[in-house]
């Protein structure tokens, strides 16, 4: 069984944003919320480097734990993704998300949070697979037909991927081994934690 | 609690992870590995099978889209001119949802934020498109039929023609359109009897054009995006392709892990200067200087190549005087560069080869552009670094069909192929029309049909200069701007003045455009915008800036009251009484609502039956339609294909370079594969192989110009330098009688860019390994330009009225273009403008949007990410004016322009330079001008354009404007 993941690698990323608009394409994601986004780290100094963030999936995923509803639940791929009709829009899982990946649509009165929105690894949510229902709420299932999330699919340097944990890891200890340098693996650490059966993190990984 | 989901019946297809979303070429993953999924059994048939459910919009078009047939179009994105393909899906004529291609070997299914967004010109609810036809009417946007709209404009255009002379229009045509409909808009604007006709090509690349295509043949990107893959070092030098040409960096990056050495010398720290190896800063403007430089230590070092020198390159010596002048210390002071950083750029390049220089804007628009690019390939020449694979000059183009709009369209001085404007050149193509020459000649004023034309650049001064100074009758009166931003075009303040002066100002775009609010803003009537498709609402050919064609399937129909750009010239012409002779040989297909349009493949088959200069005869629609249904076999490295055999039509596939790049000689029949590296005489012509080209005669006082013996592609039956093909050069070879009874008649007194049978060619190239060009040197001395030997001259606006006194520009000229220039007026009256003005002010490219920013801006998911015009500013600029980031400041030009922009304080450029992007509009010196955009046209972000601050100077051989190097004040708002 794949454990499905993302990987962004920052010797490779270069800020232009394809990923974010890929998502609000194939979800068509309302603006303000952001499902994806890219952050930069110095920018403008020697050293600058981008990574794109979204939810990562992690393995023992904090937003699971804290939510009061219990909205979360996770595909056998290892995908986390939630029931917005369960979902009270409290906020907990924002608090919760080491990545910032939650999303609250400023809805209704007094600024009060919409349901959550946030990356299902373009795994739709629990409703049937590709229904109306289940585009409406969370977007597209392109897991459900053979493809994998589009961000990382149209990504414009190849430097966010997504898919089984063990290719990416095995892409991107090659490029490692290529570069003889630099393996650092952003996020990695903090969303996947311990090594999982089957699932060999590169080497070098570390939050 | 933890649910778990079961996974689901699909696996993904095998591409996926593999030429896509993976480790990218050549590396040891296994293609067919990918994705180790349950329930592995799926392919590509299985997920087209789940293709899309109608649920992308609840309104009207989820309705419409329900049910029907899901198609898949192939286009190519419409931005930059990198060429990405793009699978649309479209169920029942709603463009639903895009997909990757991971079989382009040009972008594999790579996209940046425009190209992943692009599915947004398909979306009605959200559009901010030009609807329907309008008038400006008494100040207010009113909406006519297009029945009304043609007649009126053509009335207007035909009133002022009568009136004034049809010099009295200038026609601005687009680099977005196909080269089918730019070769159309040439014709059109012939018939109507005027050379003042231009596109962004003039503003973008035409000092590359001019000034590469003088030193060697073709003013084009010598080698491809995919070839920087052979690079061992990659010089970016006025290129910042990580925001300009995003997707082209998947190669460069590529490149860099396979061990290539990159360098970035920019005034800025740009995103392409985050991801290399070395970056040095450099005074913006000061371009030669820091070329010569690099040669100084490369002929100080013996780094050239002297045998490629002694039998490719004519006039190298007198560089090397030029070069010797150029100690370190006048590098310095010039550039601000340190001697270590100039040698460290020259040694990694020549220690590193093949290496490979890019560049775009920083490089061409300078008032001194021309002189830049020559550096560039002296450079490169010196190095031996031109006709080799891994090196070249890697000219990035702009947008996605600005190559093809200048190898077919609408160029001033002109004709497809760069033909000329010669009686000669209009015979041949009055031929290829099916029209009498005679006749094209009496639409023109007496004498004008041989004139270059008016720049894009410079229309303003053709309506407010004064009449006794312009080389024409009249000065402009009408204006019709056919797909290109005002916004891009320097000196915006004056630009207002002209619109005003205007007697009729014409719109045709699919959005509305900044010149309608400018328009609206200043003036009561006059005004025309007629709603154009854009290139995913038809079908045609586009090329890249490597020069591969590639062939757009129609997505959808063009959308609300739009019609293709090729039909409304085919109703104007109507108007114009001259339909019959602009389709003589093109037969008319059905478009939108059953109207007739030139068909967009039997135009190319014209193009095909004309362009043999350039090598655009052998692309026919039958070859580039069987490439983009087979992009798998075609090699992602040398972009040529392994094999493969096109299902549709059993055309062979095999050994055609992707995109058959142009030059692709002869006719298709003759299958010569395209030219992936220009001059390559490591190859066979028949293999994509060259040489220089002989284009300057065959020596130059006393001298040799043509190619010394043994340098020649390789199997060529002459292995001389031999000059360009013509009838009495085939005879004197003894290889006349090769040619067929019919090819003799068709070539007798032709040469081969006039013979139109292609027997000539086919004889020359494929019999005898002989290129139809000749084979000559590259010219480092150009002797046909102001500065033989590039020059650096100070810009026009300096902050060092010391180096204008060491290095001053031109003298100004009385006429070029058909317009005086000033330069050393305008340098001399300037001089001490740094006073007042102490900061240099720059602009360039963001990521997000494209060319004047219209269609972009107006595209939600794009504008999200970019909401602002801003100034960047370096901190201690700013801390000496008081002010913080995210501040609104004024940024005041020596025009007297003002604009309002937020503050963005970074170190990315260096203290006494500021950079501002250049794709905004809709502010006019600080007021919004959303109320001058017709309703619910104005695009989503306006903001201040740069180029109302910029100020006047030009290139003195194209007319390119300086936008690089101006000088600005900054403070507090």
Partial sequence: MARMKFLCDAERCIECNGCVTACKNEHEVPWGVNRRRVVTLNDGLPGEKSISVACMHCSDAPCMAVCPVDCFYKTSEGVVLHDKDLCIGCGYCFYACPFGAPQFPQDGAFGMRGKMDKCTFCAGGPEADNSAAEFQKYGRNRLAEGKLPACAEMCSTKALLGGDGDVVADIYRNRVLKRGKGAEVWGWGTAYGKPEKGATPPAGAKS | ?973
């Fill in chain 2, 1 to 973: 609690m933890l649910l778990t989901r079961k996974s689901s019946q699909t696996a993904a297809a095998p591409s996926r992870l593999a030429r896509g979303a993976s480790a990218f070429l050549g590396n040891t993953i296994d293609r067919r590995t990918f994705l180790k999924r349950s329930g592995m059994a799926a392919g590509g048939a299985a997920a087209l099978s789940q293709l899309p459910f109608p649920v992308m919009r609840k309104a009207e078009a989820a309705d419409k889209a329900a049910g029907g047939t899901v198609e898949v179009k192939r286009t190519i994105c419409t931005h930059c001119s990198v060429g990405c393909a793009i699978d649309a899906v479209v169920q029942n004529g709603v463009w639903v949802r895009q997909e990757p291609v991971f079989d382009s070997p040009i972008n594999l299914g790579a996209h940046c934020a425009k190209g992943a967004s692009i599915r947004e010109h398909g979306m009605h609810e959200i559009s901010h498109r030009l609807r329907s036809p309008m008038k400006l009417n008494n100040g207010k946007w009113e909406k006519i039929s297009w029945d009304q709209a043609l007649t009126e404009v053509s009335d207007r255009l035909l009133k002022v023609r009568k009136e004034s002379g049809p010099d009295a229009t200038f026609w601005i045509g687009s680099s977005k359109h196909n080269n089918e409909q730019s070769y159309l808009f040439r014709k059109f604007v012939s018939f109507f009897g005027t050379n003042n006709m231009d596109h962004q090509a003039r503003i973008c690349h035409s000092t590359t054009v001019a000034g590469v295509a003088n030193t060697w043949g073709y003013g084009a990107m010598t080698n491809s995006y995919n070839d920087e893959q052979n690079s061992k070092c990659i010089l970016f030098f006025g290129s910042n392709a990580a925001e300009a040409h995003p997707v082209s960096m998947l190669h460069t990056l590529h490149a860099k892990e396979n061990g290539a050495k990159v360098i970035v010398v920019d005034p800025r720290f740009t995103r392409t200067a985050a991801k290399a190896d070395t970056f040095y800063r450099i005074r913006s403007g000061t371009d030669v200087a820091f070329l010569m430089g690099m040669l100084h230590h490369i002929f100080k070092n013996g780094w050239e190549d002297k045998d490629y020198i002694r039998a490719r390159v004519y006039g190298m010596d007198k560089v090397k005087e030029e070069a010797a002048k150029w100690t370190p210390d006048k590098v310095e002071e010039v550039t601000g560069m340190k001697e270590a950083e100039v040698r460290d750029v020259a040694e990694q390049m020549a220690k590193n080869r093949p290496s490979t220089i890019v560049w775009a804007m920083g490089q061409t628009q300078h008032t001194n552009g021309n002189a830049i690019v020559r550096a560039s390939c002296i450079l490169q020449l010196a190095l031996g670094n031109v006709g080799v694979s891994g090196g070249g000059c890697n000219i990035y183009r702009g947008h996605d069909n600005v190559q093809g709009a200048t190898d077919v369209g609408p160029n001033p001085d002109s004709l497809p192929g760069y033909y000329g404007i010669a009686e000669g050149s209009w015979k041949h193509f009055a031929n290829v029309w099916g029209v009498d020459f005679e006749w094209i000649k009496k639409q023109f004023a007496p004498g004008m049909m041989t004139k270059p034309g008016i720049t894009v650049s410079r229309w303003i001064d053709a309506v407010l200069e004064k009449n006794e100074l312009i080389d024409q009758d009249n000065n402009v009166k009408a204006v019709v701007f056919w797909g290109h931003a005002p916004n891009s075009q320097s000196r915006g303040k004056e630009m207002i003045d002209a619109i005003k002066k205007l007697d009729t100002l014409v719109v045709i775009d699919p959005y509305p455009s900044a010149t309608a609010a400018m328009a609206a803003m200043a003036r009561k009537d006059g005004v025309y915008l007629l709603p154009a498709a854009t290139q995913l609402e038809c079908a045609g050919s586009c090329t890249a800036s490597n020069r591969s064609i590639q062939w757009r399937e129609k997505v959808i129909d063009p959308m609300f009251e739009s019609r293709t750009d090729h039909m409304i010239m085919y109703q104007l012409a109507q108007k114009f009484g001259f339909a019959k002779e602009f389709t003589a040989k093109i037969k008319l297909s059905k478009g939108k609502g059953g109207m007739d349009e030139p068909d967009m493949e039997d135009t190319l088959r014209e193009i095909n039956r004309g362009v043999w200069t350039i090598g655009y005869t052998g692309q026919s629609p039958e070859r580039l339609q069987a490439h983009m249904r087979n992009m798998h076999v075609f090699d992602i490295k040398t972009l040529r294909a392994k094999g493969g055999k096109d299902a549709k039509t059993g055309y062979v596939l095999d050994g055609d370079y992707f995109g058959l790049p142009w030059p692709c000689f002869g006719t298709a029949a003759i299958k010569h594969p395209g030219s992936p590296n220009l001059y390559q005489t490591d190859r066979h012509i028949m293999d994509g192989g060259g040489n220089f080209r002989a284009n300057f005669g065959v020596e130059k006082d006393g001298v040799n110009l043509l190619a010394e013996d043994g340098s020649h592609s390789k199997g060529a039956d002459l292995t001389t330098g031999y000059p360009e093909l013509d009838h009495v050069l085939l005879k004197k070879l003894g290889w006349w009688d090769e040619l067929t009874e019919d090819e003799k008649k068709a070539a007798e007194g032709k040469n081969w860019k006039t013979d139109p049978s292609g027997g000539m060619i086919r004889v020359f190239m494929k019999e005898h390994g002989c290129h139809p060009f000749g084979n000559a040197k590259a010219r480092a001395v150009v002797w046909n330009f102001p500065d033989a030997i590039p020059l650096h001259r100070e810009p026009l606006y300096s902050p060092r009225p010391d180096l204008i006194e060491k290095y001053p520009t031109h003298a100004d000229q009385k006429n070029r273009w058909r317009l005086p220039v000033l330069f050393k007026t305008v340098q001399d009256a300037n001089k001490d403008a740094g006073k007042q003005y102490p900061l240099i002010m720059t602009s360039g490219r963001l990521v997000e949007y494209e060319g004047g920013g219209d269609e972009t801006r107006s595209n939600p998911w794009l504008a999200e990410l970019q909401q602002e015009m801003f100034v960047e500013i370096n901190p201690k600029d700013a801390n000496d004016r008081g002010v913080r980031n995210n501040e609104y400041v004024w940024v005041e030009s020596p025009t007297k322009a003002r604009l309002k922009v937020k503050t963005l304080v970074t170190e990315r450029v260096g203290a006494g330079t500021v950079f501002l992007p250049f794709h905004f509009a809709g502010w006019w010196m600080g007021e919004d001008m959303k109320k001058h955009y017709p309703e619910g046209a104005a695009p989503v972000v306006r903001g201040e354009a740069v180029n109302t601050a910029t100020t006047y100077g030009y290139d003195i051989v194209t007319m390119m404007q300086e936008t690089k190097t101006t000088l600005c004040q900054v403070s507090k708002a």
